[in-house]
């Protein structure tokens, strides 16, 4: 069984910053392939950003694009979102998601991923 722990969120103001975290467990010994994802109420969940489990290959929304990062830590299967420039519209609820696997592919699919965190709360203030 895998286990996903995010932490982070809070309440920013526009225009400010937050980094989210995602620590992957329960699985020794595996590569994770990871992303995260965010579900504003009322909207179907959509994807954010995702990075490779081998090589350096991200994805982005096109809506985060140059303002988000997604990067991995130096501890094994731990991810982190850097959100910048944070919009009124970023305010969601952010998922971590997992995949495990060598791959150089960064995964865009919500159903590329079986393992889910419980979400952690993001909200930009105007």
């Known amino acids: 069984q895998v286990q996903l722990v995010e932490s982070g969120g809070g309440l920013v103001q526009t225009g400010g910053s937050l980094r989210l975290s995602c620590a992957a467990s329960?699985?020794?010994?595996?590569?994770?392939?990871m992303g995260w994802f965010r579900q504003a109420p009322g909207k179907e969940r959509e994807f954010v950003a995702a990075?490779?489990?081998?090589?350096?290959?991200?994805d982005y929304a096109d809506s985060v694009s140059g303002r988000f990062t997604i990067s991995r830590g130096t501890a094994e299967n731990t991810v982190y979102l850097q959100m910048n420039s944070l919009k009124p519209e970023d305010t969601a609820v952010y998922y971590c998601?997992?995949?495990?696997?060598?791959?150089?592919?960064?995964?865009?699919?919500?159903?590329?991923?079986?393992?889910w965190g419980q979400g952690t709360q993001v909200t930009v203030s105007s």
């Open positions: 329960g699985r020794t010994f595996s590569r994770f392939g």
């Open positions: 990075i490779a489990s081998a090589g350096s290959s991200t």
């Open positions: 998601a997992a995949r495990i696997g060598t791959s150089r592919v960064a995964y865009r699919g919500r159903d590329d991923y079986p393992y």
